[in-house]
């Protein structure tokens, strides 16, 4: 799928992403289904639940592979549509069902801040976030294959982060609702950064948060070279991820969508399935391809002002005002 263009013109200069609001959280309205997002905030996690969580874009399927390999000891890993809806479930789009029948730990996905987050002291969390800028330009190209949805220019889209109209809100409210609890025993607190620089480092931490004989498996040099190949960046984006090419579902129809939809592998020859860049770049820094000056301005005085008296007050530090555009 080509990558959209930043100089595309709308008709509108006020294009808005379609949301529907829960319990006063925006949701992208393409595959949202009110019911099932209830039932996962009302949902109450066991000690045998772990919940891989981050805002859009920050590394969670990532992070579900690097999960599944620990988890599975270095092993050939399953399609990104079956690592997503049936063995970690995505639970705004399966709902809580999805993790009866999964095997101890049971492991989910999700992108709800914290005070949306179903919450047990015994249940564990991963949390991972990722530097701001980097974050709302891959968040834009994903928003560009999502069904159904209007292709904004990146300036339309980078004024609808700085508002945290898209799906999940507002970025930084969410990182910081989890930030005041990454040194709870039962979080994992992680950054996109530092997996990328030292990802045999974080793989030993996700190991050690699940228990010492996950952390012993990986001593094994011939596991931990396999679960660092199987979740290596060009690894998963040879495998692809698909998605229905008529996605408009009537609801009862919806849980046997969402099979067919985690059944699919890279060799599918199901045509009503097409191939999307899920798998874009996966690099640090990328934003300065797509900034302008004038747009670092306003993202370093919304950081600022954002992040000001809080404990992420120094976290990240404005940029410098230069671009390669």
Request: proline share 7%.
């Amino acid at each position: 799928m080509t990558e959209p263009s930043k100089d595309v013109k709308n008709n509108s200069e006020d294009e808005k992403y379609p949301l529907v609001t829960v319990r006063g959280l925006f949701f992208p309205e393409f595959f949202l289904s009110p019911e099932i997002v209830e039932g996962l905030m009302d949902y109450k996690p066991t000690k045998d639940d772990t919940f891989i969580v981050t805002y859009p874009k920050c590394g969670t399927t990532w992070t579900q592979f690097l999960v599944w390999e620990v988890l599975h000891k270095g092993a050939a890993p399953p399609s990104p549509n079956q690592i997503m809806f049936q063995h970690i479930p995505f639970l705004e789009f399966t709902g809580v069902d999805a993790i009866k029948n999964l095997p101890k730990p049971r492991v989910m996905k999700t992108h709800l801040p914290f005070n949306f987050q179903p919450y047990s002291p015994s249940a564990k969390y991963i949390y991972i976030v990722r530097n701001p800028w980097d974050c709302c330009v891959s968040y834009y190209y994903h928003h560009s294959m999502e069904p159904g949805m209007p292709q904004l220019t990146f300036d339309q889209y980078f004024k609808l982060f700085i508002k945290g109209e898209l799906g999940w809100g507002d970025f930084f409210d969410h990182v910081l609702s989890w930030f005041s609890h990454r040194n709870d025993p039962n979080v994992l607190f992680l950054t996109y950064e530092e997996m990328k620089k030292d990802t045999r480092k974080v793989v030993l931490q996700i190991a050690k948060f699940f228990g010492e004989s996950y952390y012993k498996d990986l001593q094994d040099e011939e596991i931990m070279n396999n679960c660092l190949k199987h979740s290596d960046f060009k690894f998963l984006k040879q495998m692809g991820m698909f998605f229905p090419k008529n996605p408009n579902a009537e609801a009862g129809e919806m849980k046997e969508t969402l099979q067919i939809i985690g059944e699919v592998d890279r060799n599918t020859t199901d045509e009503t399935f097409r191939e999307v860049p899920f798998f874009r770049k996966g690099v640090i820094g990328d934003w300065r391809n797509h900034f302008s000056q004038e747009q670092i301005k306003i993202f370093n005085a919304h950081l600022m002002n954002k992040l000001k008296n809080t404990e992420m007050e120094n976290f990240w530090k404005p940029v410098e005002e230069e671009t390669e555009l």
